[in-house]
């Protein structure tokens, strides 16, 4: 049974160029959540994507964006990089149950360092 | 509203016990914890429902008031493999998302 998987697992951009980071979710789960995490933090809440829609946002801004493909996949957007980006990017996954009992997975994460 | 742990580290011997507390200003529906060590990806523990569902780990334990907003994970007869970064993950009403807390640094020595 595969977990969460994310690639790529390290990633160097230069300041103003865009990266897109990507995810599959755990086998059975419909939803993926994305979160930043920087270094000696706790991750922080970007968006939360269910039936390929974006469902909940954190304050992130709009250079942040997302999708979530049919087979419940997702991509993870920035444009415009600034050095402040540099962090650890996760992505979990859960199942959409209908109430608030849901275990989330976390992938691996992409690393991600702005230069 | 980021959620408050305390404390933010501890160092424990081999078979001590610990407890690691969560605290939001918010009301929450939920709490959830994960461990994450080194470089690796948070695991999921253990989540605590509005109402007293709990899910998770067997040799782990919680609570969760939900009058004072306070969750508390209790680690006993810690090993070894304890050690790690501890966080509370907190979901408010009315939405899917977790704030988490800053986390605790557990470090078991032998």
């Known amino acids: 049974d595969a ?19 990507r995810c599959s979710p755990k086998s ?10 920087a270094l000696g933090q706790g991750p922080q809440f970007i968006f939360q994507y269910y039936e390929e829609e974006e469902r909940q946002r954190g304050n992130f801004p709009d250079r942040f ?12 957007n920035v444009n415009a990089l600034l050095l402040g980006d540099s962090a650890l990017y996760l992505c979990a996954s859960s199942l959409e ?19 | 509203q980021q959620p408050v742990q305390s404390p933010q580290a501890v160092i ?16 929450l529906y939920s709490v959830h914890w994960y461990r994450q060590k080194h470089g690796e990806a948070p695991v999921f523990l253990m989540i605590l429902l509005k109402g007293g ?41 009315g939405r899917r998302a977790l704030t988490f807390g800053s986390g605790t640094r557990l470090q078991v020595q032998p």
């Open chain 2, 12 to 27: 424990l011997r081999e078979g001590e016990d610990a407890v690691i507390n969560c605290s939001s200003s918010k009301a």
């Open chain 1, 28 to 37: 059975g789960h419909d939803t993926v959540s994305w979160y930043q995490q």
């Open chain 1, 97 to 115: 149950t209908g109430t608030h009992s849901y275990e989330q997975y976390f992938g691996p994460g992409t690393r991600l360092t702005v230069t």
């Open chain 1, 65 to 76: 964006s997302g999708h979530q493909f049919p087979n419940y996949s997702s991509e993870l």
């Open chain 2, 53 to 93: 569902e709990q899910k998770g780990h067997e040799k782990i334990s919680a609570s969760f008031n939900e009058k004072k907003q306070q969750s508390s994970l209790y680690l006993t007869a810690s090993q070894l493999s304890y050690s790690g970064t501890y966080f509370c993950g907190t979901e408010g009403t």
């Open chain 1, 3 to 21: 977990g969460v998987t994310q690639s790529p697992t390290h990633l160097i951009k230069t300041r103003g160029q865009q990266v897109t980071l």
